[in-house]
Structures are given as structure tokens and as C-alpha cells.
């Protein structure tokens, strides 16, 4: 009971919280989201398992550098999420819970495999002319990132999938706003609700700490 109790008291408090930086996104207010920001991923990894915690913690770390400017700093974002990204394929296949990779092709699967594979092929051919010296790093973190969302497609979990299709979504702002200066009404706003909701439903798959996690 008190851990269910746990679960819920940080499930408000992540969604508090995501609902704040989301609004001062909005304003535009970088001053106090180096507050909220910062304190998403800690709050969203109590009490979960090591691995899960591990793929927070490395989006955490991505949040504070991406705080920043200048080619260090967004050096530094894409390689603490590219880590984050295969903590969370390690993640979802220890779970126990993934189909057989034969399930993408099939069903309504089968239609968000489609799409990822879209996305990505599209997003490639955009952004190959303009993204110059960075081309491998994010060639690499764009495979990576789709191999993220097809192996949270293939958990039995529907909260799980939808997490790594948000995410898929997120990352693709972000790269289109770095590289070609394509910005959405709200821009921010929109790259970080498909950011907390996709970490948090990937998380929530995910077991609680207990001896078998040690």
C-alpha cells in the first residue's frame, strides 16, 4: 500500500512539475526553467529499477546540457540522450515483455513501423545537406533513436509503445528546429510535453526496485 501510495504521490509530482516547466516554455522564461528542468528526470526516477533509472538518469544530464549554448553544450545533450536512448534498449529488453520482431509487420504495428521508418527516411534526406561536420553524430543518434521506438513498439505494453513513438516525435523537433530552423507555435512547449510524457511512459513499464534488480 505505501508504495502505491509512493507511485502516486511521484506521479503528481512529476506531472506538476512537467506542467510548469511546459508553461514557463511558454513564457519563454529560461531563468526558472534551469530550476524545473533539472528536476524532472530525479523526481520521475524514484523508486524504479536500476536500468530504467540509469536511461533517466542520462536524459537528466541531457536536460542540463541542452540548458546551455554553443556547440559544447548541444555536443554534450546529444551524447548524454544517444546514451539514454540504448540504456532504454537494454531496458525494455530485459523486461521480459517484447514480442517477437516479426510483430512490426503485422497489425496495426505493422502501420507505426511504416511511419517511424517514414520519419526517419524523411528526416535523413531533409536534414543531410544542412547538418555539415555533425552529419555522422546525427546520423547515428537518428538510427539509434528509431531503434529506441521500434523496440518500445514491440513491448505488450500500449503505455510503453506510445512512449518511444513521443519520443521519436520530440527528437524530430528538436533536430528540425537545430538544423533548418523549422519552429512550431510554441515550439519548446511542444518538444517538451512529447518529452515528459514519452519518459514517463516508457518508465512506467518498467519493475520497481526490489532484490532481483541488485
Not at 55 to 83: H, R
Not at 116 to 128: E, K, M, P, Q
Not at 175 to 197: C, D, I, K, N, Q
Request: proline share 4%.
Amino acid at each position: 500500500m505505501s508504495g502505491r501510495r509512493g507511485g502516486a504521490a511521484r506521479t503528481i509530482g512529476y506531472a506538476a512539475l512537467a506542467t510548469a516547466d511546459i508553461a514557463l516554455a511558454l513564457r519563454g522564461n529560461t531563468r526558472a526553467r534551469r530550476v524545473t528542468k533539472p528536476a524532472l528526470m530525479p523526481v520521475l526516477m524514484a523508486g524504479r529499477d536500476r536500468r530504467t533509472s540509469t536511461a533517466l538518469a542520462l536524459g537528466g544530464l541531457g536536460d542540463v546540457a541542452l540548458l546551455g549554448s554553443g556547440e559544447g553544450a548541444f555536443a554534450a545533450g546529444l551524447s548524454s540522450f544517444l546514451a539514454g536512448h540504448l540504456a532504454w534498449i537494454e531496458a525494455l529488453q530485459r523486461r521480459g515483455d517484447l514480442l517477437p520482431p516479426g510483430a512490426l509487420v503485422r497489425g496495426g504495428r505493422a502501420v507505426a513501423t511504416a511511419g517511424y521508418l517514414s520519419t526517419f527516411g524523411a528526416l535523413t534526406v531533409h536534414l543531410w545537406p544542412r547538418t555539415g561536420r555533425h552529419r555522422p553524430a546525427v546520423l547515428a543518434y537518428s538510427a539509434v533513436l528509431l531503434a529506441c521506438a521500434l523496440q518500445a513498439l514491440r513491448s505488450r505494453s500500449a503505455a510503453t509503445a506510445l512512449g518511444g513513438g513521443l519520443f521519436l516525435a520530440s527528437d524530430s523537433l528538436l533536430a528540425l528546429e537545430r538544423f533548418s530552423g523549422l519552429r512550431l507555435p510554441a515550439h519548446e512547449a511542444w518538444v517538451m510535453s512529447t518529452y515528459t510524457a514519452a519518459q514517463a511512459l516508457l518508465a512506467e513499464g518498467g519493475p520497481r526496485n526490489g532484490p532481483a534488480d541488485r
